[in-house]
C-alpha cells in the first residue's frame, strides 16, 4: 500500500489533475501505517506468552491484542471516511474530510501512546520479576523490547506530524513542504518494516520453544540442559 501510494504520488506529480492519481496517493498513504500499527499491536501479547510472563501484563493477554486492534481498526475506518470524504470537489466536504482525518489521526496517536505504557509497564514488572526464560542468556529478549519502543515512537511522531498538517489544512506550512512527507512518514513506516526485518518477534518466540516443555524443572530451576547452553 505504502509503495503504490508512492507511486500515486509520482502520478499525481505529472499529471495534477489527473483525479485517480490523487485519489491514490491520498488513501493509501494515509491509511498504510494503521497496518503497519495492527502488526505492532498484535507482537506484544505473543512475546508475552513467549517468555511466560502471563501474570506479569498489565492487561489480560487475552485482550491485549484485541482491545489494541479493535482500536486500530476504528482509527483505519475513520481515516477511511476522511479521505473519502476528500475525494470530491465540494469544499465544505473536503474541509470536513481534513476534520475526520484529524480526527483519525489523533485517535491513533493517543493507541499509540496506551500501547507504549502498556509495553513499558510490563517490560518493569518482568526486570523486577524475572521468569525462568528471561534467564536464559541466549534468549536476549530485551533487544525485542527496544525495538518494540523504537517502532512505537516512530509510528507515534508520524501521526502526530501528520495530525499537525491536516490541523494546518491545506494551506499549512507542513502542506505546502514535501520534505515532511518523506521525513516523517515514508523513512518513519520504512525504518518500522526495516527494524522488523532484523529484530522480529517471530524469533524471540522461536528461540523460547527450542527451550521445549521441560524448560522449567521447578520454582525459577533452569534445567542442566539450558545451563549448558549458557
Not at 501484563?57 to 486492534?69: D, E, M, N, Q
Not at 525495538?147 to 515512537?153: P, R
Not at 522449567?216 to 549448558?228: H, Y
Request: glycine content about 8%.
Amino acid at each position: 500500500m505504502e509503495c503504490a501510494g508512492y507511486y500515486g504520488r509520482v502520478w499525481n506529480h505529472r499529471e495534477p489533475k489527473n483525479f485517480g492519481a490523487f485519489c491514490l496517493q491520498g488513501i493509501l498513504i494515509l491509511i498504510a501505517p494503521v497496518l503497519f500499527a495492527a502488526t505492532i499491536y498484535m507482537t506484544l501479547g505473543r512475546m508475552i506468552k513467549a517468555l511466560n510472563a502471563e501474570h506479569l501484563a498489565p492487561i489480560k493477554v487475552k485482550w491485549l491484542t484485541k482491545v489494541f486492534v479493535l482500536s486500530d481498526l476504528i482509527c483505519f475506518f475513520t481515516s477511511m471516511a476522511g479521505v473519502g470524504l476528500q475525494i470530491t470537489i465540494d469544499r465544505d466536504m473536503q474541509k470536513l474530510g481534513v476534520k475526520v482525518c484529524l480526527a483519525g489521526l489523533i485517535l491513533q496517536a493517543f493507541v499509540v501512546s496506551w500501547f507504549f505504557l502498556v509495553a513499558v509497564r510490563f517490560h518493569r514488572r518482568l526486570i523486577l520479576k524475572p521468569t525462568t526464560v528471561t534467564q536464559l542468556g541466549w534468549v536476549k529478549w530485551r533487544r525485542y523490547m527496544w525495538a518494540l519502543y523504537v517502532v512505537c515512537v516512530a509510528t507515534l511522531v508520524r501521526n502526530i506530524v501528520r495530525a499537525v498538517e491536516y490541523g494546518q489544512g491545506f494551506y499549512g506550512f507542513i502542506m505546502h513542504h514535501e520534505i515532511f512527507l518523506y521525513l516523517f512518514d515514508a523513512t518513519l513506516m520504512g525504518a518500522v518494516a526495516y527494524i522488523y526485518v532484523f529484530v522480529h518477534p517471530g524469533r524471540l518466540i522461536k528461540k523460547t520453544q527450542q527451550a521445549g516443555p521441560e524448560k522449567v524443572m521447578g520454582e525459577g530451576t533452569l534445567m542442566s540442559s539450558f545451563d549448558q547452553r549458557t
